[in-house]
């Protein structure tokens, strides 16, 4: 390996000075171990080892003696984190006059005069020695004359009577960058100096090859010139004069590298979030939000979106086309709620499930696609609820107390979801299904997506929101967005009852559900970034503005009440003509799910307002008014015609 190296660095390096470095690599086996090691010791011996090189004078024949590394290493390949510390052991001889510093800077640190320079590294390209790191320059005064020698030629040069005269100098290759200060080589080459060749002031050249050769770039290299004072000898050495434990040795070792926090201590590389695929994973998906945020949009709030927590109403195929869309938008937390089983028909359009989840029988949807988002994404907080929810028009027994039991834990367990969430998606296929989540939203300030089929339209449509929530406080916001039950003037009952095969199946265009789930979840990201949330007025005349081809859109959209743009209340969408319309819905205040009386009711009365509405027919019409509504709507159908007729008599 050494020839191969050395072989390298005369031919891949051919223009570059490059030097050789020894150095240890002690790798352990636990972090334990890697804590617990004596480091003040282990750089001792290094010390030690450079001094005697230095004291029998083995440093000037091979002068790499003087540049030595400690590599310590510990790998938790389970982590991919990789602990390392450098240590560059480096002798100060110890002063013989107590408490004086060893070496002084003489001269401040100048920059090099460039012919010098271009001779030197000249010279040492064409040197055997090149990689040693260290050499005489003899003549340095004279840039023509200058001559670059190894350490070993100082009586040759003039021994100390040169040095001390500044016709030679001592040169290093300097691996420091800094202007006023030189790298670590330094001090064992002054120590050498001072301990081997007994000078008290030496000139040092500190070589920075940082250019090519052909460049006519300005040189980093620096000249400085230092005082050394009179080392110790061994003889006059005291106890507790060094670090060596004890042992009378005139010299002090130093060099452990300092973290990026500035202390002495180990760095850490952390790879596992190039090498785990988990986290691989999650640095991928959100990448190209980040890009979007980067490149588009600034202001997007990834934070916020990864947080949110969304309640899926059913997982069937508005459900699994809601995951899937949440999870593109980096969405972590989604939690599904269903009481069905994956059939034969559903895997083809509904997105999370496969040919092998139909078999015996079918395995329930909710749990299963919450195992598939997991899979598709091992970043997400996916869960599912295999669950009824309780509906108007169902009736139970009263008197049947398990009955009861059931749906009052059905209740108690969808009232803790929607609590626990921040969107709440109502994706079931039943009108009836979506009554008792639209009471809970409303009740607990949720935020409300409702989504619904026909054969080629569909709707998406967020709820209003409330001027006030369970506790009382007032929300803020415009509350004059209706809810999905707020177009209705009849209450929600049982229709599933006696349906054909037909009415069933949800029987739709195949790409209606994908485009209506992506809506909402669109939807739902502009809500989110919008200040006041789910409480946000509908942009619908600027909506229509924005549709007419005429109007100049990029001053509507600078209008636009979000960075994504606009937050519709309704969006219509009708597939037969590709065309989708924002239609605003007013909050009705007889409406069965958020009108005053039912919420008033949900909060005083509970599981009992689920109980009269599950059993009595007519409860939620009469607790409204709906029923005196079409009494009264009833009554002007009683006209007499005989009464309604013109000046001819002729009917109008």
């Not at 340095?140 to 001390?164: H, I, M, N, S, Y």
């Not at 916001?477 to 599933?496: K, M, R």
Request: glycine share 6%; aromatic share 6%.
């Amino acid at each position: 390996q050494q020839q191969e190296q050395e072989e390298h660095l005369s031919t891949s390096q051919e223009n570059v000075v490059a030097v050789r470095v020894r150095g240890e690599l002690l790798n352990v086996n636990r972090i334990e171990t890697f804590k617990a090691l004596d480091k003040a010791e282990l750089i001792k011996k290094h010390g030690r080892r450079i001094w005697d090189d230095i004291a029998s004078r083995r440093a000037e024949k091979d002068p790499t003696l003087l540049s030595r590394f400690v590599l310590l290493t510990f790998a938790d390949l389970k982590k991919h984190r990789y602990y390392h510390w450098f240590a560059f052991p480096a002798v100060v001889p110890l002063a013989e006059d107590d408490g004086a510093s060893f070496a002084v800077e003489k001269e401040p640190m100048r920059a090099v005069e460039e012919p010098l320079v271009a001779t030197v590294r000249r010279q040492l390209l064409k040197s055997d020695d090149k990689g040693d790191g260290f050499f005489i320059v003899d003549e340095c005064g004279d840039a023509d004359k200058a001559t670059v020698r190894p350490l070993a030629a100082f009586e040759q040069v003039g021994g100390r009577e040169a040095f001390e005269a500044g016709r030679a100098c001592v040169g290093f290759v300097d691996p420091s960058g800094d202007e006023k200060h030189a790298g670590w080589p330094l001090r064992n080459l002054l120590a050498l100096c001072a301990v081997a060749w007994r000078l008290e002031t030496v000139a040092v050249l500190c070589f920075r090859d940082s250019f090519p050769s052909n460049s006519d770039a300005p040189s980093n290299s620096r000249m400085l010139r230092v005082r050394l004072a009179r080392p110790k000898a061994r003889e006059e050495c005291k106890d507790g004069d060094s670090e060596q434990d004890g042992k009378n040795v005139p010299f002090k070792t130093m060099g452990w590298e300092r973290n990026a926090k500035g202390k002495l201590g180990p760095r850490l590389v952390d790879l596992k979030s190039m090498m785990d695929p988990k986290r691989l994973a999650s640095t991928s998906v959100d990448l190209n939000l980040r890009l979007m945020r980067w490149r588009i949009l600034p202001s997007l709030d990834l934070a916020t979106i990864a947080e949110t927590k969304c309640l899926l109403l059913g997982a069937g195929t508005l459900g699994c086309g809601v995951a899937r869309s949440l999870l593109g938008w980096g969405v972590r937390n989604i939690t599904l709620v269903d009481n069905g089983r994956v059939s034969y028909s559903n895997p083809v359009r509904q997105s999370l499930y496969s040919f092998a989840d139909c078999s015996k029988g079918g395995v329930f949807k909710a749990t299963a696609a919450a195992q598939q988002l997991e899979r598709i994404f091992p970043g997400t907080t996916a869960t599912g609820h295999v669950l009824s929810i309780p509906m108007p028009g169902h009736a139970v027994n009263r008197k049947d107390a398990d009955a009861v039991a059931q749906v009052r834990a059905n209740y108690d367990k969808l009232d803790e979801l929607v609590r626990a969430h921040d969107v709440v998606f109502l994706l079931t296929d039943s009108r009836e299904s979506r009554w008792l989540p639209s009471v809970l939203g409303a009740l607990h300030d949720k935020m409300v997506l409702n989504v619904a089929l026909g054969f080629d339209n569909f709707v998406v449509m967020r709820h209003g929101r409330r001027r006030d929530s369970d506790d009382g406080k007032e929300q803020g916001g415009d509350e004059s967005l209706g809810c999905y039950f707020c177009n209705d003037v009849v209450a929600p009952t049982d229709s599933l009852k006696e349906r054909t095969l037909d009415q069933q199946c949800t029987v739709t265009r195949p790409g209606l559900a994908p485009m209506a789930s992506a809506l909402a979840v669109e939807l739902m990201v502009s809500l989110l970034h919008h200040p006041q949330r789910h409480g946000a007025p509908a942009d619908l005349p600027r909506l229509q503005k924005a549709n007419d081809s005429s109007s100049n859109t990029h001053a509507d959209d600078a209008q636009a009440s979000t960075p994504l743009g606009f937050v519709p209340h309704q969006l219509r969408g009708f597939l037969s003509q590709f065309n989708i319309l924002p239609v605003l819905g007013r909050r009705f205040n007889m409406c069965t799910a958020c009108s005053e009386p039912v919420q008033q009711q949900a909060r005083e009365r509970g599981f009992d307002l689920l109980l009269d509405a599950l059993n009595t027919p007519m409860f939620l019409e009469d607790l409204t008014g709906l029923t005196t509504l079409k009494q009264a709507a009833d009554a002007m159908d009683d006209w007499d015609d005989d009464d309604i007729e013109d000046e001819d008599g002729e009917f109008f």
